[in-house]
């Protein structure tokens, strides 16, 4: 069977993307063919940093830019950078020369010094192709999709609509097929029947639409927060889904976060990601972990199936 083109984002070059890529090299080459966005010169200086050698095999597609790398430095060609090899990776896509994307990591803040509008990925995806695309991490031991993702705490309340809940699971439904999946409430106790708040009747609500519209019962809450995502309820679901970030995420990275993915869903076409920053303060010193990128790219091989 032919290998899949995978067109490789290399994130922020003062971050740990550039060496992940460069020491699993042999080991994902055994699973497709990669394709990494960046040039020629900037591939030699980080190369020549990380006192690590460029394989002969290797494919890349040129990304214009030429800086200075400063390992575990916020800086905004770096930032630029990382962005344009994001944009040639979604290009390839669209242009059939690679049939999915695989992205190291960006700084949010070297995007946002650079003027670029976006706050990460997958919300530079979703106003890309118009889409609602949704975030989901983990492993195939769990899995949590996020109602919301990087907006401010105080502001998730006023999020949580019945009606874009719906859509929300449904469209989750779509990209997952018929799995069971724990949603979670909002408040402590799950709101306890509106003493803690009532944002629970409109995701309950939220429930009940979804679950009628596809005519099975796999939407399952909501949820205590707080016992979610002990090994009980563990047992019984694989997926989940939290109305914001750190309530997802906290969890997650505490039991699995050397293997888990980050992975875009509802878009036209596939994205994954390494589950993790750039790591500054591990910057260019040899020791960052290649597993969760080889399970991003593991992962974006099953979702082209």
């Not at 991490?137 to 719906?166: N, R, W």
């Not at 809450?221 to 016992?227: A, E, I, N, R, Y």
Request: with cysteine.
């Amino acid at each position: 069977m032919k290998k899949l083109n995978i067109a490789v984002s290399v994130g922020d070059l003062n971050g740990v993307g550039i060496e992940i890529a460069l020491k699993a090299h042999d080991e994902v080459c055994k699973l497709c063919e990669p394709i990494y966005c960046i040039n020629k010169n900037m591939l030699n200086q980080a190369s020549q940093l990380l006192k690590l050698d460029i394989p002969q095999d290797i494919k890349l597609h040129n990304v214009d830019g030429n800086f200075k790398i400063e390992a575990g430095k916020i800086d905004i060609k770096s930032g630029i950078y990382s962005y344009e090899s994001f944009l040639n990776a979604i290009e390839l896509c669209e242009e059939d020369k690679a049939d999915a994307v695989v992205t190291m990591p960006i700084h949010k803040e070297a995007w946002m010094l650079a003027g670029v509008e976006y706050k990460g990925h997958t919300d530079l995806l979703r106003q890309y192709f118009d889409k609602d695309a949704i975030m989901m991490l983990g492993c195939k031991e769990m899995f949590v999709a996020l109602y919301t993702e990087h907006i401010p705490l105080k502001d998730v309340a006023s999020q949580i609509k019945t009606d874009k809940l719906t859509q929300f699971f449904l469209d989750l439904h779509k990209s997952i097929g018929d799995k069971k999946v724990a949603v979670l409430g909002l408040n402590p106790h799950a709101g306890d029947n509106g003493v803690l708040g009532n944002e629970e009747i409109k995701i309950d609500k939220a429930i009940q639409e979804a679950n009628t519209i596809i005519g099975k019962e796999l939407f399952i809450g909501s949820l205590v927060p707080d016992v979610a995502f002990t090994p009980h309820s563990r047992a019984n679901f694989n997926y989940f889904v939290a109305m914001y970030h750190d309530q997802g995420l906290t969890p997650l990275k505490a039991l699995y976060f050397d293997e888990s993915v980050n992975i875009s869903l509802n878009l036209p076409i596939i994205r994954t990601s390494v589950d993790h920053g750039t790591a500054f303060d591990i910057a260019y010193k040899g020791k960052a972990k290649t597993l969760s990128y080889i399970n991003a790219i593991k992962s974006a091989i099953e979702l082209h199936k």
